[in-house]
């Protein structure tokens, strides 16, 4: 089902970081882990488009919305070079007792919809052991502080060696995305990448 209208896809913010630098994007993990790319589709600001379609894929039942993305910049990678990158995608996983109240890991419809077009596998290879505080109104270090210790593992011998896509729907501060990746390298993957639907300013 489409849920954006064309027009509406055409006036999307796109930060096209997969072709150029975008100091904000690329700062906010830059010395804090070894990866080799981290990719944005959109820019992020409170109260516009990009925040309204985020809301309704996260709760408002609009799965489609995080498929139809990833396809959507799946072919934007594809024309960027990112033919052979990455040898699976790992969605960034929600505690079960949300995803059971959700329904589904919007992170995972984004993975799927990347998958689809570039043609790696998505593996849920990350399993979220406790239930943290919202991030919202947190500061970088309490974010941190927040997602310490709460990741772990699957199957370590399913991604050892592999190159890995690690996907969320957004980066604010990159704490998420940070304990996730540190979980991953220390379980042997070969590198390290990073992908979100969305990016803060």
Same mark, same amino acid.
């Given at each position: 089902?489409?849920?954006?209208?064309?027009?509406?896809?055409?006036?999307?913010?796109?930060?096209?970081?997969?072709?150029?630098?975008?100091?904000?994007?690329?700062?906010?993990?830059?010395?804090?882990?070894?990866?080799?790319?981290?990719?944005?589709?959109?820019?992020?600001?409170?109260?516009?488009?990009?925040?309204?379609?985020?809301?309704?894929?996260?709760?408002?039942?609009?799965?489609?919305?995080?498929?139809?993305?990833?396809?959507?910049?799946?072919?934007?990678?594809?024309?960027?070079?990112?033919?052979?990158?990455?040898?699976?995608?790992?969605? #960034?996983?929600?505690?079960?007792?949300?995803?059971?109240?959700? &329904?589904?890991?919007?992170? @995972? !419809?984004?993975? +799927?919809? /990347? =998958?689809?077009?570039?043609?790696?596998?998505?593996?849920?290879?990350?399993?979220?052991?406790?239930?943290?505080?919202?991030?919202?109104?947190?500061?970088?270090?309490?974010?941190?502080?927040?997602?310490?210790?709460?990741?772990?593992?699957?199957?370590?011998?399913?991604?050892?060696?592999?190159?890995?896509?690690?996907?969320?729907? #957004?980066?604010?501060?990159?704490?998420?995305?940070?304990?996730? &990746?540190?979980?991953?390298? @220390? !379980?042997?993957? +070969?590198? /390290? =990448?990073?992908?979100?639907?969305?990016?803060?300013?």
């Amino acid at each position: 089902m489409n849920h954006i209208c064309p027009a509406c896809q055409y006036d999307l913010p796109k930060t096209n970081n997969y072709k150029q630098e975008v100091p904000h994007i690329d700062q906010k993990l830059a010395g804090s882990i070894q990866f080799s790319h981290i990719l944005a589709y959109l820019h992020f600001q409170k109260k516009g488009i990009v925040q309204h379609i985020l809301h309704e894929l996260k709760y408002n039942h609009k799965e489609d919305i995080g498929l139809m993305i990833g396809r959507w910049y799946g072919h934007d990678l594809l024309l960027g070079g990112f033919t052979n990158e990455f040898d699976m995608i790992i969605p #960034v996983p929600l505690h079960s007792s949300k995803q059971r109240k959700r &329904g589904y890991n919007q992170s @995972e !419809a984004f993975a +799927k919809g /990347l =998958s689809e077009v570039l043609k790696a596998e998505v593996c849920l290879g990350l399993s979220r052991v406790a239930a943290s505080e919202t991030q919202t109104r947190k500061s970088r270090v309490e974010r941190l502080e927040n997602v310490k210790s709460i990741f772990e593992i699957v199957n370590a011998s399913e991604i050892q060696g592999k190159r890995v896509l690690l996907v969320d729907d #957004v980066i604010t501060t990159g704490a998420t995305l940070l304990a996730c &990746g540190n979980v991953l390298i @220390e !379980a042997g993957i +070969k590198e /390290l =990448s990073f992908a979100v639907i969305a990016a803060t300013r």
